[in-house]
């Protein structure tokens, strides 16, 4: 039958809020009860008539109160709504003025009526706002679906989704789309499982331990001695102070043989030579009166040593680091200018575990900085797009490298006032710092099948998307909940699909494939050990 007219589904029997429930319609032509069955879908939106108003809802539950079997026509079947907008009539030519929230609300008894593809059209019209095309909704797939860009890269956003519903897709699609659009971008994007070259070919800076400078006196004093002291508290409380004096000294030295030296804390990004902190750390050791305190002053030596001779921790601790590069290093990986590739990939797969939240931390807080310091008049927006973003924002205090996850909060607290923005991406919301969810501003919700991570993101999301939740479990991959302020209304989208070879890199290995026969040999296992030993992957 044909859906260019409303047909009637059901009458409201109660409203509370910005809920409204309503009993499902039995209608005696067979057609119109078939397709009124098949309309009232999870996440389906509806429409209700006031005098003055067209208002809409989407369903949020289905329930048979009184249920036989067989079914009969008694049993009452009930619809829960999640009210989230209206319409009033623009001209007499039925065209229509769309907003959020509800100030007219439909009486008891009201029609609940299906949605026809014109007016869902003019729901989720494209907006005027600068605008980019992710998908087509989920319930009909021949209606595009809109993102509002400066709201969703102005104001941070989170893609949330159990492993393999799609999110690293999702994020290429998302970016691909904006750079399509804005060609100069500058986004940077934390890799750590080096998925994601493939998907930005030719569009993409990709930074990797082999070809990345980060001198080690970029990092803070807690980075460095994150880098440095031992692990064991007591431990680190006696040697932190020992190599702070130490790095101050080897500061001030270098300054005094500047021809503009800067008044400088321990904290200051400027070269300085870890040289010569180690040689005011032996000069220091020799003033002690007993030898036994020597301990802590030898450890900290012997440490810095062993990074400066380990080749893995050559791109930060190499002694060839010492010339002031901070500017290029910032150019490089901020796409300042951009020169073709809009978008730099931090792939930290190579990066030695010991370190990777030291770089990690350093590279948020850099970011912050610069936009921080940054001419206030000619400002260059900055977009940071972090992957498994629970281990650099864990919600578990003990968890994770403190630094790293306050430069996070930092940006989700502060950076909108200086043009820098998040992406998140996890597969764990319920890990995730919530302090730093809650502020992202849009949310895409996969399908997300553990209960707590369920609850978890009801308590960030919008009142009347609550309903939307329960079709969580039941999204297929591709499919996602978009909430908040990127999208004109909530809306369930379906991503557009990408072509396999633009696809990020996905870890899946099949069985079927990789067990077909006897392939590798002897030397797939040697090269491998070669590999392993030079932590060269
Ligand atoms: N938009 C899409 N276009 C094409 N294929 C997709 C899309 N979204 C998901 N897929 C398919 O689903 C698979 C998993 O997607 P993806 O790697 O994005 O999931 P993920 O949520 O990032 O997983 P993980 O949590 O393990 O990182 C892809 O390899 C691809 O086959
Ligand atoms: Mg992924």
Redesign the pocket.
């Known amino acids: 039958m044909s859906q260019q007219k409303p047909v009637e589904i059901g009458r409201v029997i109660s409203i509370a809020g910005s809920k409204v429930s309503g009993i499902m319609a039995t209608h005696n032509d067979a057609n119109e009860s078939e397709y009124a069955l098949r309309a009232a879908q999870m996440g389906a939106v509806v429409t209700m008539t006031t005098p003055r108003s067209l208002v809409f809802g989407i369903i949020g539950g289905l329930t048979t109160q009184n249920p036989t079997y067989p079914s009969s026509p008694d049993e009452s079947r009930i619809i829960e709504i999640d009210l989230m907008g209206e319409a009033f009539k623009k001209d007499e030519n039925g065209g229509l003025i769309f907003q959020r929230g509800v100030s007219i609300y439909p009486g008891l008894g009201s029609p609940i009526l299906t949605t026809t593809p014109e007016a869902l059209g003019q729901i989720y019209s494209q907006p005027s706002a600068p605008n980019i095309k992710v998908g087509v909704l989920q319930q009909d797939r021949s209606q595009p679906s809109y993102l509002q860009v400066d709201e969703l890269i102005g104001q941070h956003f989170a893609i949330l ?1 159990n ?8 994020i290429t ?1 998302l970016l691909q789309a904006i750079l399509n659009e804005y060609a100069n971008g500058h986004i940077v994007l934390l890799d750590p499982h080096d998925e994601y070259e493939k998907a930005f070919k030719g569009q993409a800076e990709v930074i990797a331990p082999e070809n990345l400078q980060m001198p080690y006196w970029l990092l803070n004093f807690e980075e460095m001695a994150e880098a440095i002291c031992s692990h064991e508290p007591r431990s680190r409380e006696i040697e932190a102070p020992i190599l702070k004096d130490a790095i101050l000294a080897a500061k001030q030295e270098h300054q005094d043989g500047q021809e503009n030296p800067v008044p400088f804390t321990v904290d200051t990004p400027i070269p300085y030579s870890l040289a010569k902190v180690r040689e005011h750390i032996r000069a220091e050791m020799g003033r002690l009166n007993r030898p036994e305190k020597a301990q802590p002053y030898l450890r900290v030596i012997s440490k810095i040593e062993g990074l400066q001779k380990d080749s893995r921790f050559a791109f930060i601790f190499s002694s060839m680091l010492l010339k002031d590069s901070m500017g290029a290093i910032l150019s490089r990986i901020l796409r300042i200018p951009v020169e073709g590739k809009p978008i730099t990939i931090f792939t930290l797969s190579g990066v030695p575990s010991e370190i990777v939240d030291v770089v990690v931390s350093v590279l948020c807080r850099l970011i912050f900085d610069f936009a921080l310091w940054g001419a206030k008049d000619n400002s260059v927006p900055l977009l940071l797009v972090c992957e498994e973003a629970h281990r650099y924002a864990p919600r578990d205090k003990d968890l994770g490298f403190a630094p790293t996850r306050r430069s996070i909060a930092r940006i989700a607290k502060e950076g909108r006032k200086y043009g820098v923005s998040l992406g998140l991406v996890t ?1 764990r919301p319920s890990e995730i710092s919530e302090v730093i969810l809650s502020q992202c501003n849009t949310l895409f919700i ?1 399908r997300l099948s553990n209960e707590r991570d369920q609850r978890f993101v009801t308590h960030v999301l919008p009142e009347n998307a609550a309903g939307l939740l329960r079709a969580l479990p039941a999204l297929r ?2 499919e996602a909940i978009a909430v908040g302020e990127g999208v004109s209304l909530p809306m369930l989208i379906c ?4 072509d396999s070879d633009k ?2 890199h ?3 290995h099949r069985v079927s494939t990789g067990w077909d026969g006897d392939q590798p040999g002897l030397d797939f296992v040697d090269s491998t050990v070669e590999r392993w030993r030079k932590q060269d992957r």
């Open positions: 989704g492993s393999g519903t799609g999110k690293s897709c999702a699609v597969q996969m991959a591709q991503f557009d699909a990408i696809r990020p996905s870890d899946t």
